[in-house]
T-cell receptor, first 110, second 117 residues
Framework: GEDVEQSLFLSVREGDSSVINCTYT??????LYWYKQEPGAGLQLLTY?????DMKQDQRLTVLLNKKDKHLSLRIADTQTGDSAIYFC??????????FGKGTRLSVIA | GAVVSQHPSWVICKSGTSVKIECRSL??????MFWYRQFPKQSLMLMAT?????????EQGVEKDKFLINHASLTLSTLTVTSAHPEDSSFYIC?????????????FGEGSRLTVL
């Protein structure tokens, strides 16, 4: 079946950039997502990218997609303490449910 | 953006009772809703896919008689945990996909934390 892999932990200093990486196995993935989950809360959609794109930028967030390597990354510029959370990578085809990675816990050190 | 509302946010119940969790799309019609379960410090596990007007499709290992899903309208899906036991304690999250063939966005509710005593 489909699989999405992420590193479990990332620690950065406030003001630095964070890069969270994700790999997936399903070559027919149409959409790739990044969600943020704060403690005890649901999921907040940060951004998503279509598989025919290789980059998407939205304010401090930059998503890079290497479809050949099935590699997705999320870069957060000028990381703040409020960015501390778990970040989930997910993939889906057009009408299928999302397949999630295990999440990367981002800790921002002041 | 689109909003998905879950109710209740928190529920504590006694073992053996049933609990119903509602998932509503507030400003869009959702032909498909998904129910996920999240254990502490773990990722989301898909439980079932709910399509309006038809029976839900359950993932392998999920008891359909235990977790009853009803998708009665284009804006409401419910998950009923029947005869709940402590091992059913978890964070349940629904998501909804809006109508339209070209949309890829999936919107999530804030989740419902169930504690079974």
């Amino acid at each position: 079946g489909e699989d999405v892999e992420q590193s479990l932990f990332l620690s950065v200093r406030e003001g630095d950039s964070s890069v969270i990486n994700c790999t997936y196995t399903d070559s027919s993935s149409t959409y790739l997502y990044w969600y943020k989950q704060e403690p005890g809360a649901g999921l907040q959609l940060l951004t998503y990218i279509f598989s025919n794109m290789d980059m998407k930028q939205d304010q401090r967030l930059t998503v890079l997609l290497n479809k050949k390597d099935k590699h997705l990354s999320l870069r957060i510029a000028d990381t703040q303490t409020g960015d501390s959370a778990i970040y989930f990578c997910a993939e889906a085809q057009r009408n299928t449910p999302l397949v999630f990675g295990k999440g990367t816990r981002l800790s921002v050190i002041a | 953006g689109a909003v998905v509302s879950q109710h209740p946010s928190w529920v504590i119940c006694k073992s053996g009772t049933s609990v119903k969790i509602e998932c509503r799309s507030l400003d869009f019609q959702a032909t498909t809703m998904f129910w996920y379960r999240q254990f502490p410090k773990q990722s989301l596990m898909l439980m079932a896919t709910s399509n309006e007007g038809s029976k839900a499709t359950y993932e392998q290992g999920v008891e359909k008689d235990k977790f009853l899903i009803n998708h009665a309208s284009l804006t409401l899906s419910t998950l009923t945990v029947t005869s709940a036991h402590p091992e059913d304690s978890s964070f349940y999250i629904c998501s909804a996909r809006s109508r339209g063939p070209n949309t890829g966005e999936l919107f999530f509710g804030e989740g419902s934390r169930l504690t079974v005593l």
